[in-house]
């Protein structure tokens, strides 16, 4: 069995009377790239923060490296690479100065990277960190956390600052140093485009829970949408089995589904007389339909 990097278990956290986690299950293992989806305030940074320690669990358990979080050990942290939706930098500091400084703490930092880095999105290496735009303070804390080649990356929204370009060049980046297949990436964001490209599996959390994590081809290849033309009209309680949305239009009807197969699409055609579409659904597609 895979070493699993992070693992979670009944995890859950409230703010006051707010429950915001409520019984999350997940289990990473080692050289996988795990895209987190949610809508905006499901709690997906407060997931993040659960796993890393900087908040406590109301209940449940969270492990990483097989250790508790809260109390993470220096050998711990010196293989795990963060960077929050909000990167804080000593503004006093140039862009040379900060990654020095942060190139201290580690003894294994690989500096011809963070050059190739700071070349390839054109950074200013002598601008004080203060007056950077969020776009360039979004780039630096991505090369901060990528210096020391972490075994466990975690980022939350890490191109939301981005233009398109930087955007690529990044997920680039990121697949050359996970390309090995002995790092670990766990990263929140909403652009889905993103993540089908550089993603090995996917965590929808859903209502305090993580609804779904799966391989991500296998889910595209199990969520599926049907388009059925029957030859009579098709009775309002026509229903196909395993269906997250299903619309009825006379003799038509589109179904989105879970689990299609041939032998369902075999017995839709062979039932109701029809001529039956199986559609492939994006991921952006696949999660509206989860959502709706």
Not at 28 to 47: A, D, E, Y
Not at 156 to 166: I, K, M, Q, T
Not at 269 to 285: C, F, I, K, S, Y
Request: net charge negative; with cysteine.
């Amino acid at each position: 069995m895979n070493e699993l990097m992070i693992e979670a278990s009944g995890l859950s956290r409230r703010f006051g009377t707010t429950d915001v986690l409520t019984s999350v299950d997940l289990a990473i293992p080692r050289g996988t790239v795990v895209g987190l989806l949610g809508t905006n305030g499901c709690g997906k940074s407060t997931l993040i923060k659960c796993l890393l320690g900087l908040l406590r669990v109301s209940g449940g358990t969270a492990r990483m490296f097989d250790e508790d979080p809260w109390d993470l050990s220096g050998a711990a942290k010196a293989r795990l690479g963060y960077v929050p939706q909000d990167v804080k930098l000593y503004p006093w500091m140039t862009v040379t100065q900060v990654i020095s400084y942060t190139a201290a703490f580690y003894p294994t930092w690989d500096f011809a990277l963070t050059e190739h880095l700071v070349q390839q999105w054109d950074l200013p290496r002598d601008r004080r960190a203060g007056p950077l735009s969020p776009g360039q303070i979004q780039k630096l804390g991505l090369i901060l956390a990528l210096g020391h080649r972490p075994e466990l990356l975690i980022l939350d929204e890490p191109v939301a600052s981005l233009d398109p370009v930087a955007r690529r060049e990044f997920l680039k980046s990121l697949l050359e140093v996970t390309q090995d297949e002995k790092h670990t990436v766990l990263f929140s964001t909403h652009i889905t485009s993103d993540l089908e490209r550089v993603a090995s599996h996917v965590a929808i959390l859903k209502q305090g829970k993580v609804e779904l994590f799966e391989d991500l081809d296998t889910v595209k290849d199990r969520i599926k949408r049907l388009r059925i033309s029957a030859i009579e009209p098709l009775p309002r309680s026509f229903a196909v089995e395993g269906a997250l949305r299903t619309e009825i239009e006379g003799r038509v009807a589109l179904v989105a589904a879970t689990n299609v197969s041939e032998q369902m699409v075999s017995d839709l055609r062979a039932r109701w007389q029809a001529e039956v579409t199986v559609e492939d659904l994006n991921l952006e597609e696949i999660f509206l339909e989860l959502h709706r």
